[in-house]
Each structure stands twice: as C-alpha cells, then as structure tokens.
C-alpha cells in the first residue's frame, strides 16, 4: 500500500465554492495571515466554515506556489489527498512522490520533476531560514548584540 493511500480523503467542497465566489483573489500577493485581507473575502454561505476553508485556502495558496501555475483541478486533487506544502512533497524521495502521486498529476512526469524540484528548493529555504534564526536567538549571539 502506498503513503497516499494511508492518507484519508480531505473534502474541498468548501474551498471550491470559496474559490469560485473569490476569482479575483491574487494568489501570488495576498497575505492570508492578515486577518483585516481575509475579512474583505467573499464569505456569503461560508461565515460558519471560515476557519477551515481557511486553513485549506493557506495549503492551496502554498500548492500554488509549487506548481507555478493555476491549475485548481491538480491543488485541489492533492489537497484532498492531505498534501499541502512544498515540506511534505520535499520530505518524500522524488521516487515515491511520482510513484504516489501520478495518477493525481495523470501521469505527467515532467511536471512532476517540476514540481518536486520546486517543492525542494522552497523546503531548503524555509530549514535556511529557520537555522538563521534559530542560531540568532541563541546565547551567544544575543551577547554579542549588546557588546
């Protein structure tokens, strides 16, 4: 049995609808952590659901960014598959993310390759980003600052 199918099936009705009520919404630029950015959404139907299409809405956001293309059918495939982020796809061997995940990608592997190498660049980033910031609050470096 293969990783993907351990995974439960995540719905995305919710999501969908938000999307299509919210075409105009910029993938690329909105920040989804500002709570002000995220009220002025069209919400009609949804107010009760917001917390999680919310949270879906950040995974896709991120699949957005990995894909590099506005393919809804593909991020919302793999969002009901419970993958979310270029760190999960990143933490995967190239091998079994294309053994896994090709009929989701209909056996495109060129895109896959595409897609997992994105999703490794933006996971070395984000362990880059954490290391340097983790290193910076330690003792050491703090002592340093007030020298």
Known sequence: MTSSENKKTIST???SKF?????????DTINLTKDDIVSKLNWKGL????????????????LYRVLEEDNTK???????QNIHSAI?????T?????NDYAKTFKNDVECMKRAYQKAG???????????????????????IKTL
Request: aromatic fraction near 6%; proline fraction near 0%; charged fraction near 25%.
């Open 121 to 143: 660049t933006i996971r070395n980033q984000l362990v880059l980003r954490y290391m340097e910031y983790t290193q910076n609050r330690e003792a050491h470096a703090t002592q």
């Open 88 to 92: 999960q796809i990143g933490a995967m």
């Open 13 to 15: 009705e919710k999501l």
């Open 74 to 80: 593909l991020i919302l495939a793999l969002l009901k």
């Open 47 to 62: 107010k009760n659901e917001s917390e999680e299409i919310l949270k879906q809405l950040k995974g896709y956001q991120r």
């Open 19 to 27: 999307l299509r009520q919210n075409k105009n919404m910029n993938l």
């Open 94 to 98: 190239q091998k079994q993310f294309i």
